[in-house]
């Protein structure tokens, strides 16, 4: 295959590749514009392409949705460039806008099943805890990101029995913009159902909710409310998540301290130390040449005394003065002026 493709990278670079191999195209949702397949590049660099087909290029939904993932990939990266890329996130490598089949490019997902493939969605309950944790670990990220995913569910969150991976951010928009009508109930919250008020991240709270109650009992939750939780455990987890409201609902934070999971932001939310190496190794190497690496500190000089003119309190301030010395003792000292000696303090006669 002599096929070369050309695309920005995430860090904004263009390349222009040969592709050696496409995989085949996953079987599509319905109705969807995108097709996806594996490439592997002549470098030996293996993505995921998810391509536009050529009769979707000119409806907006369709060119909103490929931009809207784009841009959340590349925020995400940005947010997370000087730690360590969260697992719990696809990762975007590349894309291409101005072509026939505009497209973009994605590291290969983890080796997991979103929770639609899974026989049922049901897990035990020691995987349950393990699920909980890492899903709101990966909401707490993505508040970090200022970013909504608005669309978590079963067909957009994978798992492998560890950790969550949420992909598809076709949807995912930025905190604070105005909400949009998307998705259906009782997978979003009334708010994003009904397109009213702005963009919050307790949003995906709400549609996080309904995934804890679909792996906990195999089978997805019905209604527009919250759905029958059964067990003590379950109800505190979810107390207010289903709240009316965003601003009523709990935040990712909150939700992990029920679960006594810890918060990411205390290890991925510092920023890495670039000169933390350099650092490291000039202090060994002061280590190493010993009390020989400082210079040799100077003497202390004596400080001089200070000489202050003060008046005489015997004197009334009209008399002699006294020269004030660092030992805090004063010495008489005649004033200038005629004096006893006639003009200028010498006796008459005496040489100019």
């Known amino acids: 295959m002599n096929e070369t493709l050309s695309f920005v990278d995430s860090a904004g670079m263009p390349e ?59 925020t995400l990266i940005r947010t997370f460039q000087e ?35 899974r026989a049922g969605g049901l897990m035990l309950s020691a995987e349950q805890k393990k699920f909980e944790s890492s899903l709101f670990r990966a909401l707490r990220l993505l508040e970090r990101a200022g970013l909504v995913h608005r669309s978590i569910g079963p067909a957009t969150v994978r798992w492998d029995g560890a950790r969550v991976q949420l992909t598809d951010f076709s949807t995912a928009d930025r905190v604070g913009r105005p909400r949009q009508r998307i998705g259906s109930q009782p997978w979003v919250s009334p708010e994003q159902h009904a397109g009213t008020g702005n963009n919050d991240h307790r949003d995906d709270i709400w549609s996080a909710g309904q995934l804890v109650y679909f792996v906990a009992h195999s089978r997805e939750p019905t209604g527009n409310r919250m759905p029958p939780i059964a067990g003590p455990v379950r109800d505190d987890l979810l107390k207010d998540v289903f709240a009316e409201r965003a601003d009523q ?27 933390l190496e350099g650092r490291r190794r000039f202090v060994e190497l002061l280590a190493d040449k010993g009390p020989s690496a400082w210079p040799a500190a100077p003497p202390a000089e004596e400080p001089e005394p200070t ?46």
């Open 16 to 74: 222009r590749v040969r592709v050696l191999e496409y995989g085949v195209d996953d079987q599509p949702t319905s109705g969807s514009g995108f097709r996806t397949r594996t490439l592997r590049l002549e470098d030996g660099r293996l993505f995921l392409q998810r391509r536009l087909l050529p009769a979707y290029t000119t409806r907006a939904e369709s060119i909103d949705a490929l931009e809207a993932e784009i841009r959340a990939g590349l």
């Open 83 to 117: 730690v360590s890329y969260p697992p719990e996130f696809t990762r975007l490598a590349g894309y291409a806008i101005e072509v026939e089949q505009p497209f973009l490019l994605l590291d290969p997902p983890r080796d997991a099943r979103t929770l639609a493939e």
């Open 249 to 275: 609902r709990p935040d990712a934070r909150t939700m992990l301290r029920r679960i006594a999971a810890s918060d990411p932001w205390d290890a991925l939310g510092r920023p890495s130390d670039p000169l």
């Open 307 to 352: 000489q202050t003119a003060v008046p005489d309190p015997g004197t009334g301030g009209s008399g002699e003065v006294k020269e004030q010395y660092g030992s805090g003792w004063g010495r008489r000292r005649p004033r200038p002026g005629p004096g006893r000696w006639g003009t200028s303090g010498r006796r008459t006669g005496e040489g100019r």
